[in-house]
């Protein structure tokens, strides 16, 4: 299934802080498994931590636990301990060095310092940042674990730069592309955003899957901590899958929250962003997804399938 300145926190935590990143492409079920490992004593859940800087500190959309963003107590303390007070100049300079970092074309300079000096300042600024603020949320949430379920190739290769105490495991998560296919095609609300999810062609889907899944595989080759997980053994057997994430991680004596009867109970969380699934507390039942099967269309089925069928060779497992 699985081929700013210390802190008072920091000084006290013995151990490196583990931090799994989950990569990928969207829709192919990050949010559900993040919110499921979050529920492992000792783990927590930031979501997609790429997307904290817009849409949490400058939109102030919904934290997870449905307040804004900028109202929430947790985000609130993670971001004093981090930065301080965080003025609009400040903030817009924090904007504005992640933009000039964190895109998947950087990834050479990113994951093996390839650009101009200046290019190379700014990546060292940014996991600076980052540092202070992983350091932060570990101490506010007390956790041991963090769950980052970005998923963008950008972000994996700039926190595989980190050192000072963080130990990076990259969790490559891949769902069928025809699956994840009819999943971008159809219309979704994020209450996060207040309006519709973005929409995507079947050509669009295709490419970017195969590309995206093929760069995310490169941490593999590169020295990372790196496992595969397929979404539809995830979907078949959550708590074999837990089990295996919880090895991969060295943690196997962290209890499962899955139940045998294949339910887990999510708790209130403060994602700071994610598919609208991160707003639904409560117990869930997690099966595999197979309208796509029955609801898209069998051309449409075809000329995903021919399309990405070179990287679902190598990246074979149960769909």
């Known amino acids: 299934m699985l081929s700013g300145g210390e802190t008072n926190g920091d000084r006290r935590r013995r151990e490196p802080l583990k931090v799994l990143f989950i990569g990928g492409y969207g ?6 498994l993040d919110r499921v490992l979050g529920q492992i004593p000792g ?70 310092r390839i650009g101009g000096a200046e290019r190379r300042r700014d990546v060292d600024r940014y996991r600076r940042v980052l540092r202070r603020l992983y350091a932060a949320i570990a101490v506010e949430s007390e956790a041991s674990v963090l769950i980052d379920s970005s ?33 971008w095609q159809r219309q979704k609300f994020n209450p996060g955003a207040g309006r519709d999810m973005d929409r995507h062609s079947l050509l669009k889907t295709s490419a970017e899957w195969s590309v995206i899944n093929a760069l995310t ?3 593999r080759p ?21 089990d295996q994430v919880l090895n991969f991680l060295g943690e196997p ?13 999510l708790g209130a969380n403060h994602t700071a962003a994610g598919n609208p699934d991160r707003f639904k507390p409560g117990d869930v039942e997690i099966r595999p997804d197979e ?29």
């Open 217 to 219: 595989r490169m941490h």
């Open 43 to 112: 783990f927590f859940s930031v979501g997609e931590m790429r997307h904290l800087f817009q849409e949490g500190l400058v939109e102030n959309r919904r934290c997870g636990c449905g307040d804004p963003f900028l109202e929430c107590d947790f985000w609130r303390g993670v971001t004093e301990r981090a930065f301080g007070s965080l003025d609009d100049e400040e903030l817009a300079e924090l904007t504005a060095l992640k933009g000039r970092v964190d895109h998947w074309w950087r990834s050479p300079l990113l994951g093996w």
């Open 222 to 242: 590169t020295g990372a901590r790196y496992a595969t997980l397929h979404y539809g053994d995830f979907a078949a057997d959550p708590a074999g899958a837990v």
């Open 151 to 183: 998923k963008d190739i950008s972000h994996g290769f700039a926190l595989r730069g980190l050192d000072g105490g963080l130990d990076l495991h990259v969790l490559h998560l891949v769902r069928d592309a025809r699956a994840v296919a009819w999943s």
């Open 291 to 319: 309208e796509w099967r029955q609801a898209m269309p069998a051309l449409g089925r075809l000329l995903v399938g021919a399309l990405t069928a070179p990287g679902r060779g190598y990246l074979s497992g149960s769909g």
């Open 27 to 32: 829709r192919s079920g990050s949010t559900v």
């Open 253 to 265: 004596d962290r209890p499962n929250p899955v139940a045998p009867d294949r339910s887990v109970h």
